[in-house]
């Protein structure tokens, strides 16, 4: 694939990393950290909702050559030394998308997290779970998960909402939303259609102000905890 314009998996990398702290990753070799890093990378590509950029078109990690070492990593022996050609996306993504992306690979970073523990409480009873430290971290998990979650749906509101102008100011996209409606080539016809069109369009706008509201009020409401998810029953 001849490629002039695309983004490294690595800035996504670089940016997950950042995030977190992890000793795992000091434990495994490079190559094996790479291989864990793509695959929460492209999990979380399905995660981004309404990307401008295809991120479906992408290269994985490709093996390119291999060549003998001799060095303090082989303990001065001579050894093979795999060489791989990193993963790259075919389009130039934005600092913005690359922050959606990261935050996503958390997300799915904490449900590996959950899964080990997950494995462990199989080993005991439940009840000899809820008193193993396993359980305290297992709930940890479960909130801190929520809220990356709740982060990566608060950052993709706002990707949708503004957009860059040329001079890279960001602008709304409010106006994009209601489109013209095509009028006919009567005059008559033109002048009741524009009108009908300003009505439906002065009538949508209301409809979508309002929506926005009410979004923004349970984005926060959900972020400051103010709104709690109904468990009960009902009567």
């Not at 494995?119 to 439940?126: C, D, E, F, I, L």
């Not at 890279?168 to 008559?188: A, H, K, N, W």
């Not at 926005?212 to 926060?220: A, E, G, L, P, S």
Request: hydrophobic fraction near 35%; glycine fraction near 4%; include cysteine.
């Amino acid at each position: 694939m001849n490629i002039t314009l695309h983004t490294p998996f690595s800035r996504v990398y670089d940016s997950f990393l950042s995030k977190i702290t992890d000793d795992m990753y000091m434990e495994l070799t490079e190559l094996d950290t790479y291989r864990i890093l793509e695959e929460l990378l492209v999990t979380a590509i399905h995660k981004f909702e309404f990307p401008r950029v295809d991120l479906t078109v992408y290269e994985t990690e490709l093996f390119a050559d291999q060549d003998e070492y001799t060095g303090v990593e082989s303990d001065g022996e001579t050894a093979i030394a795999y060489i791989y050609d990193e993963g790259f996306f075919a389009a130039l993504l934005t600092e913005e998308e690359i922050n959606i992306l990261s935050t996503y690979m958390i997300v799915e970073w904490f449900g590996y997290q959950l899964a080990s523990v997950e494995n462990t409480r199989m080993k005991y009873s439940g009840t000899d779970f809820k008193f193993t430290s396993q359980a305290n971290h297992m709930q940890k998990l479960l909130a801190l998960k929520k809220d990356y979650e709740r982060e990566g749906f608060h950052l993709q509101r706002l990707y949708k909402r503004r957009k860059a102008d040329a001079n890279g100011i960001m602008r709304s996209t409010f106006g994009q939303i209601i489109e013209p409606v095509s009028t006919s080539t009567s005059s008559s016809t033109s002048t009741k259609s524009a009108s009908t069109s300003a009505e439906i369009a002065k009538v949508a706008a209301n409809c979508l102000s309002n929506t926005v509201k009410t979004i923004d009020y349970v984005d926060n409401a959900l972020t400051w905890g103010d709104l709690e998810e109904d468990t009960t029953d009902g009567d």
